[in-house]
């Protein structure tokens, strides 16, 4: 089975999963975000590359991790998904370490 092209308009908007990553990357970017540089200073710039080379990946995993645990320990509605939408952002930073890119 050939992988689907991921550009075609209908794929990327329809997909379930489509709203909640816009979302984490929202949030990155003006969210809780914001305060580490959000839209202002290149993603790539920010924090959080600093500590994944001084700390490796473990860092960025660890604290998806934490994000989790408080999202599902502590928090419900709006303060659930915004925990969630944090920990996605930093497994997708963990990626980016993973593939060298940090």
Same mark, same amino acid.
């Given at each position: 089975?050939?992988?689907?092209?991921?550009?075609?308009?209908?794929?990327?908007?329809?997909?379930?999963?489509?709203?909640?990553?816009?979302?984490?990357?929202? !949030?990155?970017? +003006?969210?809780?975000?914001?305060?580490?540089?959000?839209?202002?200073?290149?993603?790539?710039? !920010?924090?959080?590359?600093? +500590?994944?080379?001084?700390?490796?990946?473990?860092?960025? #995993?660890?604290?998806?991790?934490?994000?989790?645990?408080?999202?599902?320990? #502590?928090?419900?509605?709006?303060?659930?998904?915004?925990?969630?939408?944090?920990?996605?952002?930093?497994?997708?930073?963990?990626?980016?370490?993973?593939?060298?890119?940090?």
């Amino acid at each position: 089975m050939s992988k689907p092209d991921t550009t075609a308009p209908n794929l990327t908007a329809t997909h379930p999963l489509y709203p909640i990553l816009m979302a984490a990357i929202e !949030q990155a970017m +003006y969210g809780k975000g914001e305060r580490h540089g959000g839209a202002v200073t290149p993603f790539m710039d !920010q924090p959080w590359a600093h +500590y994944a080379k001084l700390h490796g990946r473990g860092f960025l #995993t660890g604290q998806a991790a934490k994000k989790l645990e408080e999202a599902s320990s #502590t928090r419900s509605g709006t303060a659930f998904e915004q925990e969630v939408l944090g920990a996605i952002v930093y497994a997708g930073m963990a990626i980016l370490k993973e593939r060298g890119e940090v």
